[in-house]
């Protein structure tokens, strides 16, 4: 699923390499966030999760301003990637 979101990156949102390494270690990490906080199989992308995890940012990891910007940033552009495919809302996250 990463993989394929860095050829969104390259291809149709024109980024660059390191804005593309940028982005996919921010969509890790929300993904373990997810798997762990949530403890569910099916990522959600809704205003409740997005809450959730700027609320962790802020008050557990203590993450400055520009660090959360980067992060949600990212994560808009990952819906974004899943809006253009057509793929639902709630997908199945492959373990590695």
Do not use: G
């Amino acid at each position: 699923m990463i993989e394929e979101f860095e050829k969104y990156l390259l291809y149709k949102e024109h980024k660059s390499y390191s804005t593309i390494k940028i982005y996919s270690r921010c969509i890790e990490q929300f993904i373990s966030w997810y798997s762990v906080s949530k403890n569910k199989e099916n990522l959600r992308m809704d205003s409740e999760t997005i809450n959730s995890y700027k609320n962790y940012l802020i008050f557990v990891e203590k993450r400055k301003a520009q660090t959360i910007s980067v992060r949600l940033c990212a994560l808009a552009v990952f819906n974004r990637f899943f809006s253009n495919k057509n793929a639902p809302k709630n997908y199945l996250l492959r373990k590695k």
